[in-house]
């Protein structure tokens, strides 16, 4: 029986204003969809304004694809244009409690062989962002009485952030560490899924994080308004026998056809999707626009 | 611990007479029956031949040249943040030929293997696939940059420096208890400890077929050379700057081996191409050894928050444009837990036994390792795996389980139970012990050496020598200089002649000058220009300030004309463009007293913003950053004059006498400065910025001088022109042209147009446009710069200006002319000053780097 596919037209476009020149800027884009189990890219294109000196595509360490990029060319304002189609298949459905307990999905030092396990070690130790302490990792072994099968004990701790902490724009930036998101109970995704990654992890169990899109809706009655949809982070943890599975804790949910893939890695710094080192530039400010679009489903199912 | 064994000796002026040893303990010195060991005899025998008073001297001697040749550390986090000085003991460590052949074989082959390990982890990763290494070791390792994975460096060497620490244990053998693979640091301050005892110790040194070090630093220099593929490339050693612990030694390294000492900031990366920028423009750099690490190397693909580092310095490596050593990403294999593993990786990698033996290690992510370490912990140093003890801090992190009460105990248990890779259990070590001077005797110290490797072909040269460093107490286990520890020079012994060749003696003095000169870095040139700018003005102030303690004690002060003077020259010291609004402002008030309190916080007073220990202070911090251009006599110098500044407090009664002594003495030493940087200094371009810098202050000041005492007034009889010729050093060629008493016009012509005094605003005019002639040129070369014509246009209204007519004053007794022509000159320099900075502090697109790495959250739910 096949599963829903849905494809859509994704736009996300950057604007970065500078208050004074910038002679040079380096930057490092995670912009172009990776594929994934349920979702291939259709067709991608990345612009930029002024162009780059040097561009130069790769795979990095996770499989994500990556940019390397200089402006050399001096610039007082910087346009980032991401657009193209993807098409997401449903998850497969997976039933928590029949999943193995979470002991079992553990590291533990040795040296391990086996290929899955092998690729789920570099997501199972705190990464520079994901560093906590002991409160974080007490906090979550809550979740983790012993012999719970994993992934129900994964979407309690999901479900506990979303109960326990506020969604707060204004609360955290960028560079907030996550034993201040913990402490102060409030933040943004980026934030929780920082926060779920170092409860798993100091438990022991392998999780990546996840940069991609969510597909929003209109206020009831109300029209979509173009650019409102965002980028997005969630968590992904593995569940011995069935791979990775996606939970979103900022929405208290398991991710389903409306999450769309960017990259994924230890944590944002991994996969921030357009990081930058300028020389000049004084101030600057930021607008993000992204439109997540569903294309009508004619030959979706080709 | 008690004494064990003393010396067998019947002679009372035995050195060895009270040297005890202590039980249970190696001793590098006397063997457990208590005879000398055989290869310390010559030595011992040669100590003997020198005079008693001659040895007692030789701790004395040392701090001196410490002192001397600057040679310090700091502590990180120290509040006082003073530089320490090093603590060197002058009785060496002597290694026998034999012992030293095994520690040679063994330093190479972990060389060799960390090599391959660090080759395998940032590549094919065969080690964790083959379950050989655990992939915690990496994964859960802060020093495994992933950005760094799959950047191949030439040769696949990732390793052109390595260090390791061993100590000896009781059984006499050597045993490694750290790596060092980041970037070293010590082999500067190896160095500096065997110039220092070579010279206390000289006939010894010569005669005792020591093996010299300078092999290893020509090997160093080679290797990189080599790694170039150029015949004549440039290679930069790059610093945190000077609030590193180990700063001194970066700029000694730097001017030993001829490179320049460069920060983050002097560099860019353009085309994938790293970049040093300098007065000239940009110079592409080939090679890049690094004293800072790795995660604060570039802030776009590593740490984000870095100010220290190059922006695309990675993509540069990646693109194979620029050598890294050590190779980002190398400080994976420091890691103590990695040593158990070592045995296994050194016959899987090498197909070879592992040489020398590591301190017993226990890796608590291994089940049966963080039980042994368990039931084992009140034998055990337990430390977080990942943390890493620095060259002055050793023990970072590090517990002795013994040491602990029963719920620390239990709360380690119960963290190593839960996060075990996150710690590692070693045998708590007993270190060797070795002879060393306390109070004019010897007594045995712990001790623990640094050894040096460098890549070399596809092997490693170890320096024949090393780091030894000891320790004040006893129960230390591992040796760090932060709590009053010393170092020791480290003799290795040869059968063989040893040849005395030298990189020191011809690039001791003198910065070496590899090209024309304008590689000078900009941020270099910037601070040379502060630094002759600063000590100007430093030696303007004690002028002036002398000036008005003679004055102090020739008139009464009660005197309205002479007080006038005195409040206009202490204007003067704060504020020199502005003396005349400062008069109108304040007015005539200082009372005598106030005068004599203001000179003395100008002259004593720390918080005084322009009194002379700010100024000192100021001259000091400029020099030290960029100290690595800067003679050690230069250095030595200032480094003087800031101790004597630090000496001296406000006092209670201002005794002229004392005052004016203080002042001379200071005023001596800056000119020895001075003097320095005219005989001294190869005329480089680092030496053309300092003398621009002193010029123009010093045309600066003289224009102000002439401006605030002259443009009014009548200052033949306020007997200012006595004062000028004073501050201006030029009594004497006054009174070698004129009879008369100091008169206007021939003072004017002497310290404003005459171009022959060097003291004059013509001189100093004349001696800017000389540099500016000289200095590297952007646009068509035919064409004069915007600096000389700034410069000339400057000189022409001195030149055409008639002095006579300079010096008449109106009917208020004002001279507008002069005014207006020297606030022009005072303008005018003021211009030239930010053009230079313009064009060669901040030259085109060379503005500071702003981090921007994780522009903004982008994130909305």
Redesign the interface.
């Known amino acids: 029986m096949s599963r829903a596919v849905v494809r859509y037209d994704v736009r996300h476009r950057t604007d970065f204003v500078y208050s004074a020149p910038v002679s040079i800027s380096h930057h490092l884009l995670h912009l172009t969809p990776r594929p994934t189990a349920n979702q291939r890219t259709e067709i991608w294109r990345v612009a930029l304004t002024p162009a780059p000196a040097i561009r130069r595509a790769e795979v990095d360490f996770f499989g994500n694809p990556v940019e390397h990029l200089t402006i050399q060319d001096e610039h007082t304002r910087l346009v980032v244009q991401a657009r193209g189609t993807v098409a997401v298949e449903e998850p497969k459905p997976v039933d928590p409690a029949a999943t193995p307990p979470w002991e079992r999905s553990r590291v533990n030092g040795s040296a391990v062989t086996d290929p899955e396990i092998l690729s789920a070690q570099p997501f199972a130790y705190d990464s520079p962002m994901t560093r906590a302490g002991e409160a974080v990792w007490r906090w979550a072994r809550e979740s983790f009485t012993p012999g719970r099968p994993i992934l129900e004990a994964a979407i309690d701790l999901n479900h506990r952030i979303h109960r326990d902490f506020e969604y707060d724009t204004t609360a955290t930036t960028v560079s907030t560490p996550v034993s201040e998101v913990f402490r102060i109970r409030r933040g943004v995704c980026q934030d929780f899924a920082h926060l779920m990654l170092a409860g798993l992890r100091g438990v022991g169990i392998p999780a990546r994080y996840v940069s991609g899109y969510l597909l929003t809706y209109p206020p009831p009655g109300g029209q979509k308004l173009q650019g409102s949809d965002a980028s997005h982070a969630w968590v992904s943890v593995r569940v011995p026998g069935h791979g990775w599975v996606d939970l979103d804790p900022t929405n208290d949910k398991l991710a389903t056809t409306e999450h769309v893939t960017l990259a994924w890695g230890r944590d944002y710094g991994d996969v921030s999707p357009v990081k930058g080192a300028i020389v000049g530039g004084g101030q600057h400010r930021v607008r993000v626009a992204v439109d997540v679009l569903p294309i009508a489903d004619d030959d979706a199912a080709a | 611990m008690p004494p064990s064994a003393s010396v067998h000796s019947d002679d009372p002026d035995d050195l060895l007479v009270d040297y005890r040893t202590l039980d249970g303990i190696y001793d590098e010195l006397v063997a457990p029956d208590g005879e000398r060991r055989p290869y310390w005899r010559s030595f011992l025998d040669g100590m003997r031949s020198l005079p008693a008073d001659e040895v007692a001297q030789h701790p004395q001697t040392a701090l001196r040249l410490i002192r001397q040749h600057g040679v310090t550390y700091n502590v990180y986090g120290d509040p006082k943040g003073e530089q320490r000085p090093w603590e060197l003991d002058v009785m060496p460590l002597i290694i026998p030929e034999d012992e030293w052949d095994l520690l040679e074989r063994g330093l190479k082959q972990r060389a060799r293997l960390m090599n391959a390990i660090l080759a395998d982890l940032y590549g094919p990763q065969t080690l ?10 990496v ?2 390792n ?1 020093n495994f940059h ?1 950005p760094c ?2 950047i191949v460096p030439p040769y696949e060497t990732f390793l052109q420096l390595y260090a390791a620490d061993i100590a000896r244990s009781p059984d006499g053998r050597w045993w490694v208890f750290n790596d060092r693979t980041q970037a070293p640091s010590g082999a500067g301050y190896a160095l500096e400890n065997r110039v220092i005892t070579a010279q206390c110790l000289s006939d010894l040194f010569r005669e005792g077929r020591v093996r010299r070090l300078a092999h290893f630093f020509q090997a160093l220099r080679e290797n990189l050379r080599a790694l170039s593929g150029k015949d004549d490339p440039r290679i930069v050693l790059l610093t945190p700057g000077p609030l590193n612990e180990t700063y001194f030694e970066h700029a000694f390294l730097a001017r030993y081996l001829g490179y320049p000492l460069v920060e983050g900031a002097d560099l ?5 191409r790293v970049y040093l920028k300098t007065i000239g423009g940009l110079q592409p750099v080939d090679v890049v050894l690094r004293r800072i690490d790795t995660e604060w190397c ?4 590593l ?3 870095s100010a220290l580092g190059v ?2 310095l990675v ?1 540069a490596a990646r693109a194979g444009n620029v050598t890294i050593a050590n190779a980002l990403g190398s400080g994976l294999v420091e890691c103590t837990a990695l040593m158990g593993f070592l045995p296994g990786l050194c016959s899987h990698l090498l197909g070879e036994e592992l040489v020398l033996p590591h301190i017993a290690t226990w ?5 049966s390792a963080r039980e042994h370490v368990i039931a084992n912990l009140d034998s055990m140093v337990v430390a977080r795996t990942f943390q890493t003890p620095t060259l002055v801090n050793a023990e970072a992190g590090q517990v002795l389980g013994s040491a602990l009460d029963a719920a620390e105990r239990a709360a380690l248990i119960e963290r190593i139970r ?1 996060r ?2 996150d710690y590692v259990g070693q045998e708590a070590i007993t270190l060797s012990t070795a002879p060393a001077w306390d109070q004019g005797k010897l007594v045995a110290r712990p001790m623990a050496l640094r050894m040096f490797a460098t890549a070399l072909g596809d092997d490693y040269a170890v320096m024949p020598g090393g780091l030894t460093r000891i320790s004040e107490s006893n129960s230390t286990r591992a040796v760090s200089m932060q709590r009053g520890s010393g170092s020791k020079d480290t003799w290795v012994l040869s059968s063989a002649p040893v040849d005395s060749f030298s990189l020191l003696r011809p690039e001791e003095s003198t910065p070496v000058l590899r090209r024309a000169g304008d590689d000078l870095p900009s941020r270099a040139a910037d601070n040379m220009y502060w630094l002759g700018r600063y000590a100007e003005r430093t030696e303007n102030a004690m002028r002036l300030l002398r000036s008005l303690l003679t004055r102090l004690a020739e008139d009464s002060v009660q005197d309205s004309t002479a007080n006038v003077a005195m409040q206009k020259l202490l204007y003067m010291l704060a504020h020199p463009g502005d003396v005349d609004g400062l008069m109108r402002r304040r007015g005539r008030t200082l009372s005598p007293a106030q005068i004599e309190h203001r000179i003395q916080a100008y002259l004593f007073d720390p918080a005084e913003p322009n009194g002379i220990p700010q100024l000192v202070k100021t001259v000091n911090r400029v020099a030290s950053l960029t100290r690595d251009r800067l003679s050690l006599d230069a250095w030595r110098t200032l480094d003087q004059l800031h101790q004597e500044a630090l000496r001296q407090r406000p006092r209670v009664w201002l005794d002229i006498g004392d005052a004016s002594a203080i002042l001379n003495d200071m005023l001596r030493t800056m000119s020895a400065f001075s003097g320095l940087g005219m005989e001294n200094t190869t005329r480089t371009q680092g030496w053309r910025f300092l003398d621009m810098g002193r010029r123009m202050e010093r045309a600066a000041t003289m224009a102000g001088l002439l401006r605030g005492l002259l443009s009014a007034g009548d200052p033949e009889r306020q007997g200012f022109l006595d004062r000028l010729l004073e501050l201006a050093d030029s009594f004497m060629t006054y009174r070698a042209r004129y009879v008369s008493a100091p008169r206007l016009v021939p003072v004017l012509d002497l310290l404003l147009v005459d171009e022959s005094n060097p003291r004059s605003v013509g001189f100093q005019l004349d001696a800017l446009e000389q540099h500016a002639a000289r200095l590297p040129r952007f646009g068509d070369a035919l064409d004069r710069s915007p600096e000389q014509r700034q410069i000339l246009s400057c000189q022409a209204a001195i030149r055409l200006a008639d002095v006579r007519t300079l010096a008449q004053a109106d009917s208020k007794g004002r001279r507008v002319e002069l005014d207006t022509l020297l606030a022009r000159v005072a303008g005018a320099l003021a211009d030239l000053s930010e053009t230079i900075g313009r064009h060669y502090f901040s030259h ?2 060379l ?15």
Do not use: M
């Open positions: 964790i696939k083959d379950g050989v290494l655990p992939s915690a070791l994964y859960a802060p992933l994975h799959g860019t990366v353009r085309d994938n570039d802030p776009l693909e740490r984000p928050d922006a695309g993509e890796w608590c992510g291994q089940q839960q075990g890779y085109a697109d503005g500071r780097h702003t981090e921007a790495a994780s522009l903004r959250r982008f994130f909305e739910p």
